[in-house]
């Protein structure tokens, strides 16, 4: 069975009100789906991380 990239796991996260507003808000401005902007932005900051550490 072949993987895409875009499978992966999914998980369930508890954010506070005013962080999911300001979310909505920005992922509107893009015109993307809530979930989708968040994913970018967590693999954005895995990767930065990741780059982070094999730099040190």
Do not use: W
């Not at 954010?15 to 989708?36: C, G, H, K, M």
Request: net charge negative; glycine share 2%; charged share 25%.
């Amino acid at each position: 069975m072949s993987q895409n990239k875009y499978t992966g796991h999914r998980i369930t996260i508890t954010i506070p009100f005013d962080v999911y507003d300001e979310l909505v808000t920005q992922a509107n401005s893009q015109d993307r789906p809530v979930a989708n902007y968040c994913r970018n932005i967590v693999i954005k900051a895995v990767n930065d991380k990741s780059k982070e550490q094999t730099d040190d």
